[in-house]
């Protein structure tokens, strides 16, 4: 098993900034992507960025390209998403998941097997 656990969310004016923390405890050598996913109310779970953490490859969402970066800390097995001139449409909970299979669609909600509680993120105009 692969337990999450995330951080960083909170509440910004549009502009701001935050970063979000994604810490893997437990068999974290399956993990092969790790993602972000937001979902505001009545909405889809939309992917926003992964990385292919045997790599570093990261993929973004068109809606966040330039403004969100994702890195990671292999030591600490824990991945990053440091947010930028944030939008109140990037107001959601964001989870971080986790997928050990060797390809993915990353911005699918099914390739990942392991997920976080989630953290909030509020921006406002």
């Known amino acids: 098993q692969v337990q999450l656990v995330e951080s960083g969310g909170g509440s910004v004016q549009a502009g701001g900034s935050l970063r979000l923390s994604c810490a893997a405890s437990?068999?974290?050598?399956?993990?092969?992507?790790m993602g972000w996913f937001r979902q505001a109310p009545g909405k889809e779970r939309e992917g926003v960025a992964a990385?292919?953490?045997?790599?570093?490859?990261?993929y973004y969402a068109d809606s966040v390209k330039g403004r969100f970066t994702l890195s990671q800390d292999n030591a600490k097995n824990t991945v990053y998403l440091q947010m930028n001139s944030l939008k109140p449409e990037d107001t959601a909970m964001y989870y971080c998941?986790?997928?050990?299979?060797?390809?993915?669609?990353?911005?699918?909600?099914?390739?990942?097997?392991?997920w976080g509680q989630g953290t909030q993120v509020t921006v406002s105009s």
């Open positions: 990385i292919y953490t045997r790599g570093s490859t990261t």
């Open positions: 998941a986790a997928a050990p299979r060797p390809w993915i669609a990353w911005s699918r909600v099914n390739y990942y097997d392991y």
């Open positions: 437990g068999y974290t050598d399956r993990i092969r992507y």
